[in-house]
């Protein structure tokens, strides 16, 4: 109920904005793309489809619409609340992700070795933190919780199904699943809970700053783990 208030108080309508329909051509690409031939699916191009379509439509969106800064939930008023949230949330979260990969994984039959060959660990840890960390939690961030995840709300969808619906796409993403095999599910109580934040603060900087200081968590103990 906390969420459903907070959101019919914070998020604009759809008569209040325009091209909120745009958030759903990711959505159907992701879907396009699970039902393609698998060789199609085989392509890195082809798996960025979806996110290309999303920063597409976003862009769009942002220039047809006031303040969209503001819709998104990034006005500068909000950034030490996402700051103190962020950070609490993303160490949290990274340190339950750590026992998931480390041992409910292997416990289950699962690998997490192949992680040393994924693009991500071959990027050298001075340009991964914190420089490329943040920007892919802030693209990633824009895409799935402000652009989508905000304009599903627009469109009438109640909270209780736009945000597991953002959380499920995110972790359904064809370039993330194809990174991290087994391990996407990660993605999805992530997007769960870093949708209820947003949701409940309507403040962006939150789950930007969970998702950069989870990932870097990640990133430095899986380093030196895998060596």
Known sequence: MAVSGAVSTSHPTQTEERGAALALLPLLATLLYYVSPRELRQAPLYQFLPQALAYAALLTWSRIN?????????????????????????????????????????????????????????????????????????????????????????????????????????????????????????????????????CRQHNLFTPIIAHAVEVILLYVVMRAVLG
Do not use: C
């Open 66 to 198: 006031s303040a969209p800064a503001r819709r998104l939930g990034l006005a500068r008023t909000l950034l030490p609340q996402g700051l103190r949230w962020g950070t609490a949330t993303g160490l949290a979260l990274g340190a339950l992700n750590l026992l998931v990969i480390l041992y409910l994984v292997p416990l289950l039959g699962g690998d997490y070795r192949f992680l040393v060959d994924t693009p991500h660990a071959k990027i050298p840890l001075f340009l991964m933190v914190p420089w490329f960390t943040l920007f892919i939690a802030t693209m990633v961030e824009l895409n799935f919780r402000g652009f989508l995840l905000g304009r599903l709300q627009a469109l009438g969808l109640p909270a209780l199904l736009a945000i597991p619906a953002s959380a499920i796409l995110f972790a359904f993403d064809p370039f993330l699943v194809a990174t991290f095999r087994h391990l996407h599910w990660i993605a999805a109580w992530d997007g769960l809970v870093w949708g209820i934040l947003h």
